[in-house]
């Protein structure tokens, strides 16, 4: 152990730096190992076909509270939450395990539910639950699901591979499940302060949807592909677009300039934002769990990319990589920090 490391909180290193000095050590010897820690799945060679592994641990009062959250969702998500990390590295999705802790607080019925949406989700994306894991916990439950998912090795898509004055993509909308949140929460407070009162969400189902249930977008793989675009780069938005393009140009040693105008919104994320008086930037770029493909194609397929339903161009990828900028709707040009979504920093 590192000596100036003895007084260091892990709150204050974050979970980025906890990782790195965790892992700086092990070094990677296997030939066959495209990609171990660092980007959305490790990838190995076996023959003509590479296998790609991610793994996400969902934790009861850290990454979902029980109050608000249905547990067939919860299972839904859990899913989710994987195989949007192998579409993020243009992989497919084949086969998921499940490692549960669970306290004597659950009935074998609500189980039931957390793996009924695990099934649901297993059916909808074609991916086999073929093992895992149960054990008890002493406080809550907590959710470890690894998928293994498969692509020929010129079609796998890792964060490093964006060029200069690559065009920069999003997917769908951003700060919808942030929005969600925001207002389970509330709901929560009123909740607890007065049983007899009921959850008022009408009006905002998008957004609640969004945060209980997201989708990976497999559909947007599949459009990308049908129109012979693959990206340069991609990461998948789980901690807010501001901390994800960051990763982008770490990766590929390149900056970026991202237009507030241009990043789409949905209008029930406007109308929460208002009600909250929360700058609806703040929602789009550092919420999280959207889980909305972030990628960069070269400048020249601006045409085939502008005709993909649902992608919106969001800025490009800066040649000077000490120059990351966000231009606001009004006002000047911000550097763009990371501050979403970190779950050792709460
Ligand atoms: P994502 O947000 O796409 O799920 P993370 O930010 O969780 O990715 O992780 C970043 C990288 O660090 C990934 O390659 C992941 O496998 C790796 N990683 C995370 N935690 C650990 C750990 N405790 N030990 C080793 N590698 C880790
Ligand atoms: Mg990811």
Same mark, same amino acid.
């Given at each position: 152990m590192n000596e100036k490391n003895k007084a260091l909180t892990i709150s204050e290193l974050g979970e980025f730096g906890l990782i790195d000095l965790l892992t700086k050590d092990f070094?990677?010897?296997?030939?066959?190992? &495209?990609?171990?820690?660092?980007?959305?799945?490790?990838?190995?060679?076996?023959?003509?076909?590479?296998?790609?592994?991610?793994?996400?641990?969902?934790?009861?009062?850290?990454?979902?509270n029980l109050i608000y959250t249905p547990l067939k969702h919860l299972g839904y998500k859990s899913v989710a939450v994987n195989l949007s990390?192998?579409?993020?590295?243009?992989?497919?999705?084949?086969?998921?395990?499940?490692?549960?802790?669970?306290?004597? /607080?659950?009935?074998?019925?609500?189980?039931?539910?957390?793996?009924?949406?695990?099934?649901?989700?297993?059916?909808?994306?074609?991916?086999?639950?073929?093992?895992?894991?149960?054990?008890?916990?002493?406080?809550?439950?907590?959710?470890?699901i690894t998928a293994i998912g498969q692509a020929k090795k010129d079609e796998i898509v890792y964060r490093s591979g964006a060029k200069k004055n690559d065009l920069v993509c999003v997917s769908g909308d951003l700060g919808a499940a942030y929005m969600g949140l925001q207002l389970l929460e509330r709901e929560k407070e009123v909740f607890l302060s007065d049983t007899a009162i009921q959850p008022e969400l009408?009006?905002?189902?998008?957004?609640?949807?969004?945060?209980? /249930?997201?989708?990976?977008?497999?559909?947007?793989?599949?459009?990308?592909?049908?129109?012979?675009?693959?990206?340069?780069?991609?990461?998948?938005?789980?901690?807010?677009?501001?901390?994800?393009? &960051?990763?982008?140009?770490?990766?590929?040693?390149?900056?970026? /300039?991202?237009?507030?105008?241009?990043?789409?919104?949905?209008?029930?994320?406007?109308?929460?934002?208002?009600?909250?008086? &929360?700058?609806?930037?703040?929602?789009?770029?550092?919420?999280?769990?959207?889980?909305?493909?972030?990628?960069t194609v070269p400048l020249d397929k601006k045409d085939v990319v502008e005709k993909i339903a649902d992608v919106s161009i969001i800025g490009y990828m800066h040649e000077d990589k000490n120059i990351k900028l966000f231009v606001p709707r009004n006002g000047a040009e911000l550097e763009l920090t990371a501050q979403g979504w970190n779950a050792m920093k709460r």
């Amino acid at each position: 152990m590192n000596e100036k490391n003895k007084a260091l909180t892990i709150s204050e290193l974050g979970e980025f730096g906890l990782i790195d000095l965790l892992t700086k050590d092990f070094s990677i010897t296997d030939k066959k190992l &495209l990609k171990g820690i660092g980007d959305d799945a490790a990838v190995f060679e076996t023959g003509d076909i590479c296998n790609l592994v991610t793994t996400d641990l969902l934790v009861e009062g850290i990454h979902f509270n029980l109050i608000y959250t249905p547990l067939k969702h919860l299972g839904y998500k859990s899913v989710a939450v994987n195989l949007s990390d192998l579409y993020a590295m243009n992989a497919v999705p084949k086969y998921i395990t499940v490692s549960l802790a669970v306290s004597s /607080k659950f009935s074998v019925n609500a189980i039931e539910q957390l793996y009924e949406g695990i099934r649901i989700a297993c059916e909808r994306f074609d991916v086999e639950l073929i093992g895992g894991d149960t054990t008890s916990s002493l406080s809550g439950l907590f959710i470890n699901i690894t998928a293994i998912g498969q692509a020929k090795k010129d079609e796998i898509v890792y964060r490093s591979g964006a060029k200069k004055n690559d065009l920069v993509c999003v997917s769908g909308d951003l700060g919808a499940a942030y929005m969600g949140l925001q207002l389970l929460e509330r709901e929560k407070e009123v909740f607890l302060s007065d049983t007899a009162i009921q959850p008022e969400l009408t009006g905002y189902e998008y957004i609640i949807e969004r945060q209980l /249930k997201p989708e990976p977008r497999r559909d947007i793989i599949k459009r990308l592909k049908e129109a012979g675009l693959q990206p340069t780069s991609m990461i998948d938005i789980s901690d807010g677009l501001s901390s994800e393009i &960051l990763h982008l140009c770490k990766n590929s040693n390149l900056g970026c /300039k991202i237009y507030e105008d241009n990043i789409p919104v949905h209008p029930q994320t406007l109308a929460a934002a208002e009600m909250f008086r &929360l700058e609806p930037s703040i929602a789009s770029l550092n919420g999280g769990e959207d889980y909305e493909l972030l990628f960069t194609v070269p400048l020249d397929k601006k045409d085939v990319v502008e005709k993909i339903a649902d992608v919106s161009i969001i800025g490009y990828m800066h040649e000077d990589k000490n120059i990351k900028l966000f231009v606001p709707r009004n006002g000047a040009e911000l550097e763009l920090t990371a501050q979403g979504w970190n779950a050792m920093k709460r």
